[in-house]
């Protein structure tokens, strides 16, 4: 069992940065693929970035590539996702999520068979 509680949301306008982080409590945190997602008033959940267990390995999607990153710090049991250049259209909750390790790659990067959540962070974009 894992549990995972989200920081670091809020209101900022649009350039700003913000750095968002999920805490992980429970067992073997290195051995689950992490995993960002964002659900924005009136549409479903979006998958937005992914980083393995220990290798480093990350994916995202297009619309915050060059903009966003997803890091870990596995003795700190903790996985952040760095904003950058925020738009308006990243309004969201942000949520993360794991993923047991045993799980494939290509499935997490698709944003698939994610056990566990949190209970998501507002972050709000204004123009």
């Known amino acids: 069992q894992v549990q995972l509680v989200e920081s670091g949301g809020g209101l900022v306008q649009a350039g700003d940065s913000l750095r968002l982080s999920c805490a992980a409590s429970?067992?073997?945190?290195?051995?689950?693929?992490m995993g960002w997602f964002r659900q924005a008033p009136g549409k479903e959940r979006e998958f937005v970035a992914v980083?393995?267990?220990?290798?480093?390995?990350?994916y995202s999607v297009e619309s915050v590539k060059g903009r966003f990153t997803i890091s870990r710090d596995n003795a700190k049991n903790t996985v952040y996702l760095q904003m950058d250049s925020l738009k308006p259209e990243d309004t969201a909750v942000y949520y993360c999520?794991?993923?047991?390790?045993?799980?494939?790659?290509?499935?997490?990067?698709?944003?698939?068979?994610?056990?566990?959540w949190g209970q998501g962070t507002q972050v709000t974009v204004s123009s």
């Open positions: 999520a794991a993923a047991r390790g045993t799980t494939g790659w290509r499935r997490v990067s698709f944003g698939y068979d994610y056990d566990y």
């Open positions: 980083i393995g267990m220990t290798n480093g390995m990350t």
């Open positions: 429970g067992r073997a945190f290195s051995s689950y693929h």
